[in-house]
């Protein structure tokens, strides 16, 4: 029976306590997308569900994508049609019914530079684009465009090259919020959910074959959790093969990473009403349009460095940077760049010695012992394919029948009866004396849970302001990613409740002191603590920027005292 899949951190030790006493039909570990999914298909399927991540919700590749939901056109050219198909039906079942609050269509241009062979090649392609999804299409179908048509909707665009353009629809989301979502719609069906519990063993039956659980270690105690389960399914990323080795097996795949960074310009950067794609040598590149902002990406190379903060270089940056000035009439410069994030994908590994970018992006499923089920590969689009695939493989040989996967018809949290909350957000503006461009930020990123997010600031007013100048982003949107979002850092709220460590050119290190105060007040934190908390988000932010050749400003420097007690009097 579904409840209301709160994920509230200061309910962590009972729920670590249920973690410990539950024997669970499924425990899956890793809590992206494709594990939330897998959380979310088991749990509405009736059954026991465990879930543990090793640090937060979506805090690998999962909060550090394009934040496109696509078919991939370039996989046509790969002749990858399954794929491409799957990730289009996909696409508009999630703009459609299953998260139409998260899931936006947005349009995107594909300059052309020669007059007579690239429009028919490229019109073509999409023209099979368009063709491939049966479903009812909820995004326009592309359309060519002359010289003319093509810089009055995207001016930054160089004239002297372009021999016309396509423009086509695909969508886009805020990653790590979906995947968050995709949590707590899975904790709303009873999936017992735990962040910062990291696996340090699977455990065997006596006789060393079947996988009966997983010993995990709780980061913010050190507690040690023995988690009794029927299956266990790795839905753990580029930590895949660590999480193999804990059991001493050898899969039928190995996962291969593959670096993606993107880069975030202001929106007066480049002149255009869409997003543009540009073919590059290796892949292609996007300008995705973000809010007041655009991002700009990305890269794909080999990464054998550590996995829980890869970091974007100066190279990195150069080469997104040259790749977009050679369609932009105004190049962007590095003074142009007030974000940066770099992210690893999970690539199987078919041939050793293969670039990243011919690997391919359709997914995995392997059993190597009985009881345990891994994935790999695979797209953020086609996440719910992939759980559900992994989930029908982990229950294959189940001692009873299990109902079918249903996730193709539950919508996630706040999607039911989005339409009327849409057109109440005058009345909620005006119930919480709040401007209407803020109910509507709101409404876009929490959908028909909007009023519980606003309802934290009638029994406190500060809430209500925002939380840094510039962004739409408030207070309260703090409170609520610890009462209801599982948030336990400043970092969990700053890189992905709130995306201020990218879309601000101080990364969000004005905000930290605000949030820690409100964080710490719901928590319990003493001064110490608070301090402690911006101070290690503070090191995070500049140890990012440096990384990347210190391009995105000067960060503010730590002054723990004043800060911290102006912040806490103001949320107090």
Same mark, same amino acid.
């Given at each position: 029976?579904?409840t209301?899949g709160?994920?509230?951190?200061?309910?962590?030790?009972?729920?670590?306590?249920?973690? #410990?006493r +539950?024997?669970?039909?499924?425990l899956?570990?890793?809590?992206?997308?494709?594990?939330a999914?897998?959380a979310?298909?088991?749990?509405?399927?009736g059954?026991?569900v465990?879930?543990?991540e090793?640090?937060?919700?979506?805090?690998?590749?999962?909060?550090?994508?394009?934040?496109?939901?696509?078919?991939?056109l370039?996989y046509?050219?790969?002749?990858d049609?399954?794929?491409?198909?799957?990730?289009?039906r996909e696409?508009?079942?999630l703009i459609?019914?299953? *998260?139409?609050?998260l899931?936006?269509?947005?349009?995107?241009l594909?300059?052309?530079h020669?007059?007579?062979? /690239?429009r028919p090649?490229v019109?073509?392609?999409?023209v099979?684009?368009d063709?491939?999804?049966?479903?009812?299409?909820q995004?326009p179908?592309?359309?060519?465009?002359?010289?003319?048509g093509a810089?009055r909707?995207?001016?930054?665009?160089?004239?002297?090259?372009l !021999?016309?353009?396509?423009?086509?629809?695909d969508?886009?989301?805020?990653d790590a919020?979906?995947?968050?979502?995709?949590?707590r719609?899975?904790a709303a069906h009873?999936?017992v959910?735990?962040?910062?519990?990291?696996?340090?063993?699977?455990l065997?039956?006596p006789t060393?074959?079947h996988?009966t659980?997983? &010993?995990?270690?709780?980061?913010e105690?050190s507690?040690d959790i023995?988690v009794?389960?029927r299956r266990v399914?790795?839905?753990?990323?580029?930590?895949?093969?660590?999480?193999?080795?804990l059991?001493g097996v050898? *899969?039928?795949?190995?996962?291969?990473?593959?670096?993606g960074?993107?880069?975030?310009?202001?929106?007066?950067?480049?002149r255009?009403d869409t997003?543009?794609?540009?073919?590059?040598?290796k892949?292609?590149l996007f300008?995705?349009p973000w809010?007041?902002r655009w =991002?700009?990406g990305?890269?794909?190379t080999d990464w +054998?460095g550590?996995?829980e903060e890869?970091?974007?270089t100066?190279?990195?940056?150069?080469?997104?940077l040259a790749?977009?000035?050679?369609?932009?009439?105004?190049?962007?410069?590095r003074?142009?760049v007030i974000g940066?994030y770099?992210?690893?994908?999970?690539l199987?590994?078919?041939d050793e010695? #293969?670039?990243?970018?011919?690997?391919?992006?359709?997914?995995v499923?392997?059993?190597?012992?009985?009881?345990?089920?891994?994935i790999?590969?695979g797209?953020?689009?086609?996440?719910?394919i992939?759980?559900?695939?992994?989930?029908? +493989?982990?229950?294959?040989d189940y001692?009873?029948? =299990?109902p079918?996967?249903?996730?193709?018809?539950?919508?996630l949290?706040g999607?039911?009866?989005?339409a009327?909350?849409t057109a109440e957000?005058g009345?909620?503006?005006?119930?919480y004396?709040?401007?209407?461009?803020a109910?509507e930020h709101?409404?876009d990123?929490y959908?028909?849970?909007? /009023?519980?997010?606003?309802?934290l600031?009638? +029994?406190? $007013?500060a809430?209500?302001? $925002?939380?840094?100048?510039?962004?739409?982003y408030?207070?309260?949107?703090? !409170?609520?990613?610890v009462?209801?979002?599982?948030?336990?850092h400043?970092?969990?709220?700053l890189?992905?409740?709130?995306?201020?460590?990218?879309e601000?050119?101080? &990364?969000g %290190?004005?905000?930290?002191?605000?949030?820690s105060?409100i964080?710490?007040?719901l928590l319990?934190?003493d001064?110490?603590?608070?301090?402690a908390?911006?101070e290690?988000?503070?090191?995070?932010?500049? %140890?990012a920027a440096?990384?990347a050749?210190d391009? %995105?400003? /000067?960060?503010? /420097?730590?002054?723990? *005292?004043?800060?911290?007690q102006r912040?806490?009097?103001?949320?107090?």
């Amino acid at each position: 029976m579904a409840t209301n899949g709160r994920l509230d951190a200061r309910d962590r030790a009972a729920v670590l306590d249920r973690l #410990a006493r +539950t024997e669970f039909d499924v425990l899956v570990i890793g809590g992206g997308v494709t594990g939330a999914g897998a959380a979310l298909d088991a749990a509405s399927r009736g059954l026991r569900v465990g879930l543990v991540e090793a640090r937060d919700l979506a805090s690998g590749t999962s909060s550090r994508s394009s934040k496109l939901i696509h078919g991939g056109l370039r996989y046509l050219e790969q002749l990858d049609f399954k794929l491409v198909s799957e990730a289009l039906r996909e696409r508009d079942l999630l703009i459609s019914r299953i *998260a139409p609050h998260l899931v936006k269509p947005v349009s995107f241009l594909y300059p052309l530079h020669r007059k007579v062979l /690239e429009r028919p090649y490229v019109g073509a392609g999409l023209v099979l684009y368009d063709a491939m999804n049966v479903t009812k299409k909820q995004v326009p179908f592309h359309r060519h465009m002359t010289v003319h048509g093509a810089l009055r909707l995207a001016p930054a665009l160089k004239a002297s090259s372009l !021999a016309g353009a396509l423009l086509y629809y695909d969508a886009q989301t805020d990653d790590a919020r979906f995947a968050i979502t995709v949590a707590r719609t899975a904790a709303a069906h009873g999936a017992v959910i735990t962040t910062r519990t990291r696996v340090v063993q699977l455990l065997r039956d006596p006789t060393g074959g079947h996988v009966t659980g997983a &010993r995990v270690t709780d980061e913010e105690t050190s507690r040690d959790i023995g988690v009794s389960a029927r299956r266990v399914i790795v839905c753990a990323g580029v930590w895949t093969d660590q999480i193999h080795d804990l059991a001493g097996v050898r *899969a039928g795949y190995q996962v291969r990473m593959s670096k993606g960074v993107h880069v975030v310009v202001p929106r007066e950067a480049i002149r255009s009403d869409t997003g543009i794609i540009i073919r590059t040598q290796k892949s292609v590149l996007f300008i995705i349009p973000w809010g007041q902002r655009w =991002i700009v990406g990305t890269t794909d190379t080999d990464w +054998t460095g550590g996995r829980e903060e890869p970091t974007a270089t100066g190279e990195d940056i150069d080469y997104i940077l040259a790749q977009a000035n050679r369609v932009l009439v105004r190049p962007l410069t590095r003074s142009d760049v007030i974000g940066v994030y770099a992210g690893l994908r999970p690539l199987v590994a078919a041939d050793e010695s #293969a670039p990243t970018t011919k690997l391919s992006r359709e997914h995995v499923v392997d059993q190597p012992l009985p009881g345990l089920v891994s994935i790999a590969g695979g797209k953020f689009t086609t996440y719910r394919i992939m759980a559900r695939d992994a989930l029908d +493989t982990a229950l294959a040989d189940y001692d009873r029948p =299990i109902p079918a996967s249903v996730t193709d018809r539950l919508p996630l949290l706040g999607a039911e009866g989005l339409a009327a909350a849409t057109a109440e957000a005058g009345r909620l503006a005006e119930d919480y004396g709040l401007p209407l461009t803020a109910a509507e930020h709101l409404l876009d990123r929490y959908g028909t849970l909007t /009023e519980e997010v606003l309802e934290l600031t009638q +029994t406190d $007013p500060a809430l209500a302001r $925002p939380l840094a100048d510039g962004f739409p982003y408030l207070g309260a949107e703090v !409170a609520y990613a610890v009462t209801h979002e599982g948030a336990l850092h400043v970092a969990d709220v700053l890189s992905r409740r709130i995306r201020l460590s990218f879309e601000a050119s101080d &990364r969000g %290190t004005s905000a930290a002191a605000a949030v820690s105060a409100i964080m710490g007040d719901l928590l319990g934190w003493d001064s110490a603590t608070r301090i402690a908390e911006r101070e290690s988000y503070l090191d995070f932010a500049r %140890t990012a920027a440096r990384a990347a050749g210190d391009l %995105t400003g /000067e960060l503010q /420097e730590f002054q723990p *005292a004043e800060p911290i007690q102006r912040a806490s009097e103001a949320h107090s």
